[in-house]
């Protein structure tokens, strides 16, 4: 097994915001079963501020805590500030992910800035999608 | 907390009988077996002793009996080993899709050296397809290698089979053997390795073949070559006993392993969408 930091293993044992929201603002997939990991992100808005974000994720322990803390993350921020949410930023509030597990965190803040495109295109706004991080898994 | 080890083809523990036969080699008798003064005598004699014992156990001759490390110093020594010596007769080896990496890889090196090297493929069970394997043999093949029992899923070949097609031939046949009990499955919608973290927390010991367990985040190539699709690879989880786990163990992760399922089955955005499609939404 991999050696996580205690708050990923904190994160994996108890993840913060587990769950689906019934009538999300914005929904946003990535990553996909065959490649091993997969997160849904749903989130809320109020005031271009995220009031509720929630999870559900198919993967390994990294893959689990990175979605927690991201959920953690993003929740009370306005949009522009949860897209700063960047894969290094996860990875270091989570003290750091094995080396190997490092695209798990892509994949968290990827989720998340779909599910804001998602929420800004059924708001008929602009969607200033970020350039995606490239992927070292 | 109940501590239950089930991991035993990654290691076992030692046999007591084993412990206490060592026992006196490892505190009291030492010396090197080759030197000329008697410090050798007790260790050589030991040594020679276990030699015919293992050889009258298998009905082979002492001096064909050699004592390795482990079993992957084992098959790199018998692979490359047979290659080396035969290589006059021929330069084509026949392995099968699901032998460990010590075969696969000592496959690989013998390529690199001018020999050539046929993978033959498994069907769903794991099981060597026979008509595959007789297809695949040549006028220059010396070797062919194949796994007795997967470690991994437990399968057992057809070896008298395997043997029959072999026979006469002048092909050596290497059945390489690893068989602990074995219990292998695939738990759906959910990955190896955030199981195997919860059923640690449990004090429950167990491996998996899945992609994020590996160190090259590469899904088992037993399940591979088996054909299991990679969404189900990644819910591989494998238990293998000893002969000192209880029933009382085995109830522990029967009652243990259902809630641990049924939790990253909450999480698992895999299983909410197999939810709404059996309940007929999409």
């Known amino acids: 097994m991999p050696v996580y930091s205690d708050k990923v293993m904190d994160h994996f044992m108890n993840p913060r915001n587990v769950g689906e929201i019934e009538d999300a603002d914005g929904i946003g997939e990535e990553g996909n079963p065959v490649c091993g990991d997969m997160m849904t992100f749903y989130i809320k808005v109020n005031d271009s501020r995220l009031s509720d974000v929630k999870f559900k994720t198919f ?79 | 907390m109940r501590r239950v080890y089930l991991d035993n083809t990654a290691t076992t523990p030692l046999h007591p009988e084993v412990l206490e036969a060592m026992l006196p080699y490892l505190r009291d008798i030492y010396g090197n077996p080759q030197s000329i003064h008697n410090w050798g005598d007790a260790p050589r004699e030991a040594i020679e002793d276990a030699r015919a014992r293992l050889a009258d156990l298998i009905g082979s001759r002492p001096e064909e009996i050699i004592f390795t490390g482990s079993g992957t110093e084992s098959n ?81 070949q057809n070896i008298e089979e395997i043997a029959k097609l072999l026979k ?77 786990n209880t029933e009382e163990d085995i109830e522990y992760v029967l009652e243990t392993l259902p809630p641990i399922v049924d939790r990253l089955r909450q999480m698992s955005p895999l299983y909410a969408k197999f939810l709404k499609k059996q309940s007929g939404g999409r």
Request: with cysteine; hydrophobic share 40%.
């Open chain 1, 59 to 137: 993967g390994c322990g990294a893959a689990i805590a990175v979605s927690s803390i991201v959920s953690e993350m993003a929740r009370g921020k306005t949009l522009e500030e949860a897209r700063k949410i960047t894969p290094a930023l996860v990875a270091e509030e989570l003290q750091g992910l094995p080396k190997n597990k490092h695209h798990c965190s892509n994949l968290g803040a990827q989720a998340l800035n779909k599910a804001i495109d998602d929420y800004l295109s059924k708001q008929g706004k602009p969607v200033k999608t970020r350039r995606r991080e490239k992927r070292n898994g």
């Open chain 2, 76 to 156: 790199n020594l018998a692979i490359k080993g047979l290659a080396q010596a035969y290589q006059a007769r021929g330069k084509h080896i026949v392995i099968s899709a699901i032998e460990h990496f010590s075969v696969i890889h000592s496959a690989k090196t013998l390529e690199k050296r001018g020999f050539a090297a046929t993978s033959v493929p498994v069907d769903g069970y794991g099981l060597v397809k026979l008509d595959e394997l007789a297809k695949s043999i040549r006028e220059d093949t010396i070797v062919v290698s194949i796994v007795h029992a997967n470690g991994e899923v437990g399968t057992i």
């Open chain 2, 168 to 244: 006469g031939r002048g092909i050596v046949g290497h059945p390489d053997n690893r068989l602990p009990g074995n219990a292998s499955f695939c738990i759906e919608f959910i990955e190896g390795e955030a199981m195997l973290m919860l059923l640690s927390s449990w004090g429950i010991a167990a491996s998996s073949g899945s992609a994020c367990t590996s160190k090259a985040l590469k899904a088992s190539h037993v399940l591979t070559a088996m054909r299991i699709p990679p969404e189900i690879a990644q819910s591989s989880l494998l238990f293998t006993l000893m002969r000192d």
